[in-house]
């Protein structure tokens, strides 16, 4: 069975600096691995997808994440956090048929002034 | 629409009481999918339609719960005799055959 791991509940930043929201999966299979955020009383909504093509994938919004085999990671990164950043952001593998999402527990973004 | 619309936004309800929960997806999608989110967690995967049947139905927790697409369209997920642990969030998405999937705001069950 899939399953990914969010390896911080919090992660705090000043707007300006860098974002790095980490992310492990695990797959009997090559994964597709998606990661999407949800900003308060909003629905989810995807930030990027992997999907076998090329490991380094670019996003919405500044965003990119790249696929890692060797380490089973597929990490969240953005050059410079920006106050409307900040919200709930989760990374996500699914079934080869993208039917089935499986969702990571979340990691929260606080961005400060 | 443009996106994914679901009514009720808000819905209280008494231990005991049925529910029905409506999601209107996407023009044109034919693949729905409900999720629930409890407080503090990711969404878990409810149940997926392919068309107007179900195509997987492995994430209803019992059955209590029941959804319906009958004309591949708008879905109802119904909750017959709610409970506490009920309560949730309860997400919609849509999306082409195999496309990526987007999400309504959710409706918030609460059971009280």
């Known amino acids: 069975a899939q399953s990914v791991t969010q390896l911080d509940s919090h992660v705090s930043v000043s707007e300006g600096t860098p974002v790095l929201l980490r992310c492990n999966y695990s797959?009997?299979?090559?994964?597709?691995l998606f990661w999407y955020v949800q900003h308060p009383n909003k629905g989810l909504q995807l930030l990027l997808k992997?999907?076998?093509?090329?490991?380094l994938v670019k996003g919405i919004n500044g965003f990119e994440a790249e696929f890692k085999k060797s380490e089973t990671s597929f990490h969240l990164t953005k050059p410079s956090a920006h106050m409307s950043d900040a919200a709930e952001y989760f990374c996500v593998v699914s079934d080869q048929g993208f039917q089935k999402l499986v969702f990571g527990t979340g990691t929260r973004l606080l961005v400060s002034p | 629409g443009a996106g994914v619309s679901q009514t009720p936004s808000n819905k209280v309800t008494e231990k005991g009481k049925y529910v029905e929960l409506r999601c209107d997806p996407i023009s044109g999608h034919t693949a729905l999918y409900w999720y629930r989110q409890s407080l503090g967690q990711g969404p878990e995967f409810l149940i997926y339609f392919q068309g107007t049947g179900a195509a997987d139905d492995s994430g209803l927790p019992n059955d209590r719960f029941f959804a319906v697409r009958p004309e591949g369209s708008v879905s109802t997920l119904k909750i017959q005799r709610t409970e506490r642990g009920d309560s949730a969030v309860y997400l919609c998405?849509?999306?082409?055959?195999?496309?990526?999937?987007?999400f309504g705001p959710g409706t918030r069950l609460t059971v009280l």
């Open positions: 992997y999907t076998s093509a090329a490991t």
């Open positions: 797959s009997s299979y090559s994964p597709s």
């Open positions: 998405a849509s999306s082409l055959s195999a496309g990526p999937q987007f």
